[in-house]
């Protein structure tokens, strides 16, 4: 397994990968030392993440591999499909997929590479719902930065 730790800007990622696929991204709540990415998978994923934040329109072209069950993977492509700078609802992605909001909520929360499938387009219909399987402040304020970096764009 191969892993990186590299700035964002609004605090850290920890970048996964395995057997030259992208697995994981992890948001850092507390500071960690960096750890450059020695492979050319995980450099390609933070250089294609430093264009995502200079341009919230750029596409990500990366192997990776979603673990999950094939209703998350059904999200996940939903998710894929919400484009930057729209968010949708849980109820809506729920009518579209035919599912529950509440069962969106807990797809997006499994989600195991966040930004590139991108989770923090769907929100509550009263405010930004949940974020990282939590409503803890600094997930959501991660949250709040996609959207608002996605909106202004």
């Not at 990622?13 to 030259?20: F, G, M, Q, R, T």
């Not at 930004?128 to 304020?141: C, D, H, P, Q």
Request: with cysteine.
């Amino acid at each position: 397994m191969d892993e990186a730790i590299i700035n964002a800007p609004f605090g850290q990622l920890k970048l996964i990968a395995e057997n030259d696929v992208l697995t994981g991204i992890e948001f850092l709540l507390e500071h960690h030392a960096l750890k450059k990415p020695a492979s050319p998978l995980l450099k390609e994923t933070e250089a294609q993440l430093a264009a995502y934040f200079k341009n919230p329109h750029h596409r990500f072209d990366l192997p990776m591999k979603l673990n999950g069950t094939p209703f998350q993977q059904q999200v996940w492509k939903g998710l894929c499909k919400i484009k930057p700078g729209f968010p949708l609802t849980y109820g809506q992605l729920a009518q579209k997929l035919g599912t529950a909001p509440r069962a969106i909520g807990g797809a997006c929360g499994a989600n195991p590479i966040p930004i590139i499938v991108p989770c923090h387009r769907v929100v509550s219909a009263s405010g930004l719902g949940g974020f990282m399987r939590t409503r803890y402040l600094g997930s959501l304020n991660i949250k709040s930065w996609l959207l608002a970096h996605e909106a202004g764009a």
